[in-house]
């Protein structure tokens, strides 16, 4: 048996660490096999191509086709080096962020040209796709408000005006349409605990069908 690629998705300040985090502690207590990962920065040539992507540099920004690149050229890496050897492993990984998060970001925040993104993804990722998307919905500025009361820095992508923020949402609404059954959406508006119940309700017919255990009750 092949393992699963879980992905996890999302505007900033959805909550995404949070819950792959205990999706990663529920999925151990049933004796599964985990991988958390995430991109970009899921290898180590990864964070430094993050540090590239992240960090603002005022006087010559980066340009957003020297991002996509960068982005793709993390995502060669990660797939060759962590994803598919885990995934012959057996393990389930949970990533944070993959080609969903290119589409939503460059294609509809950066509006670059959609049949590009694509051909570039499938490069990078040669041709290997979630398994289940795992969308976590959430208001843009309540996003934004969240990252503010957490106390941490704005990196260079959360640093972009509210509308780059509201495309890349609307990006992710039209991913989830034109993928029913791989792409769910989570309502992230949620309390923590009821967030981490739709979440594991998605999760136990997967797990089932997937041959893994049969979970516990939620």
Known sequence: MQGKLIVFEGVEGCGKSTQMQICCEWLQSLGIPVLVTREPGGTVLGADIRRLLLEKAEDKPITSTTELLLYAA???QHVEQEL?????ARKIILCDRYTYSTVA???YGRALDMNLI???NAIATGGLEPDLGLW?????EVGFARKRGSGDIA???EQEK???HRRVQLGYSKLAASKPGIIFRVDGSLTREAVTQQIQ???NPKLEAWGYQNPVET
């Open 74 to 76: 993390d995502r060669s």
């Open 162 to 164: 509210i509308d780059f």
């Open 118 to 120: 694509n051909q570039l």
């Open 201 to 203: 309700e998605i999760l």
């Open 105 to 107: 970001y460059q294609g």
């Open 136 to 140: 976590l919905d959430l208001d843009v």
């Open 155 to 157: 990196d260079r992508i």
């Open 84 to 88: 598919k050897p885990n995934l012959a």
